[in-house]
């Protein structure tokens, strides 16, 4: 092997922190993986600070910043195998979405933590039950007392969650009538459950 190749050997090793034997077997592959690899060594001399820095930036953590280095120049590695060539824009946007799936996993991470330590929710005890539900029927008897489009825009409301333009199209009234409607039923039934609010 030429003194050239021994260089190029050591740079791989260095950059793919592999042994020099391991990246010797790789340049021994063929041209076009050694091509390769000078690419990604110049890719990587003059782009590795930018992408540092903005990883830096954007996590303020350096230990997170070096790995999250790391994985953007894997890809980059990647795509120069494949025959394209990234450059600065492909490496720092590489960089960011790196950074955003290491956030999601961090998150994900976080909230399954919360889950299992969380306590588990209480049954609501026989005398919640027995008062959820004379509660309901109330309400239910309530609302059967107002008039019908009164009955329907705030059913409409509150079991379907649509805004008031969405009930005027489906009751066939305009907003501001629909708004009316609301407004008086929920007036009505706040008289007849005064006791419960």
Request: net charge neutral.
């Amino acid at each position: 092997m030429t003194a050239t190749g021994l260089s190029e050997t050591a740079g791989v090793a260095r950059l793919l922190d592999v042994s020099t034997e391991a990246a010797a077997v790789e340049l021994e592959r063929g041209s076009g993986c050694a091509r390769s690899s000078a690419a990604f060594e110049a890719l990587y001399v003059a782009h590795h600070e930018a992408v540092f820095r903005y990883l830096r930036a954007i996590s303020r953590d350096q230990d997170r910043a070096l790995d999250l280095a790391a994985t953007t120049f894997e890809r980059a590695f990647v795509e120069l195998r494949s025959g394209r060539e990234p450059g600065i824009g492909w490496l720092l946007r590489t960089a960011r979405n790196a950074a955003i799936d290491a956030d999601r996993r961090a998150r994900t991470a976080a909230l399954f933590r919360w889950r299992s330590t969380a306590p588990e929710p209480t049954a609501p005890s026989p005398e919640e039950q027995t008062l959820d539900a004379e509660r309901s029927d109330r309400v239910g008897a309530a609302l059967a007392l107002l008039p019908g489009p009164q009955r329907d825009a705030i059913a409409l409301r509150y079991t379907s969650d649509l805004t008031v333009r969405e009930i005027a199209q489906v009751i066939g009234k305009s907003a501001s009538a629909t708004q009316k409607l609301l407004d008086r039923g929920l007036i009505r039934l706040k008289e007849s459950l005064h006791d419960l609010v």
